[in-house]
């Protein structure tokens, strides 16, 4: 499934807006649990000591993969995050901004569930819309640019923005940030070979 015509501009819109209510320049990491607090959604994990013993043993000893996060609605308004806390902080970051995504794009939902393959709706579209975003504001556009202008590795944008490499690699890749450096180089070096 493709995103519908103009999302992506839009994603890119909207996670700009948001860094700037956060006051985060858009080459810097964004906290997706500041953008939680931010926008009145509280963050849980499966440490709370109410939890029964044996399904948060399940969740997060025998079977972490099966869940990394679950968006909660509330009755008669608003949402929770139930995060799983043993999985590694950059993609808890990852889950986070994915599930803040959908709060920011007002998706309708039930009980929206995260786990090692991403959310589990039943909705195609909207899950492709909250990828999109999530990505754009972990890893701005205009960000993944630069990081191509500087030469920088999938590693080196991982480290920088404190996410997984498989995030900064597909950020990389999604907007064409290497593809343009490597066009604005080979029209500097045609033009620079031709004056010299």
Excluded: Q
């Excluded at 599930?99 to 709706?121: I, K, Q, Y």
């Excluded at 498989?166 to 180089?185: D, K, P």
């Amino acid at each position: 499934m493709t995103l519908r015509r103009g999302f992506k501009k839009e994603a890119r819109a909207l996670a700009l807006e948001v860094r700037e209510e956060l006051g985060v320049e858009v080459f810097a990491p964004l906290d997706p649990w500041a953008l939680a607090e931010l926008y009145g959604i509280e963050v849980h994990d499966l440490s709370n000591p109410i939890l029964p013993r044996d399904s948060v043993r399940y969740l997060t000893e025998e079977r972490p993969h099966v869940f990394s996060a679950a968006l909660v609605p509330l009755d008669p308004s608003g949402a929770v995050i139930i995060e799983n806390h043993v999985h590694p902080l950059r993609r808890r970051r990852s889950t986070i901004a994915h599930e803040m995504a959908h709060v920011l794009l007002e998706h309708p939902f039930g009980p929206t569930l995260t786990d090692e393959n991403g959310c589990r709706s039943a909705v195609a579209g909207i899950e492709e819309e909250a990828t999109e975003l999530s990505g754009e504001l972990l890893i701005p556009t205009d960000a993944a640019r630069i990081a191509a202008f500087k030469g920088w590795s999938d590693h080196s944008v991982a480290n920088h923005f404190r996410v997984s490499v498989r995030m900064a690699t597909w950020r990389m890749n999604m907007s064409g940030a290497r593809r343009i450096a490597a066009r604005a180089r080979g029209k500097w070096e045609a033009g620079y070979a031709t004056s010299a």
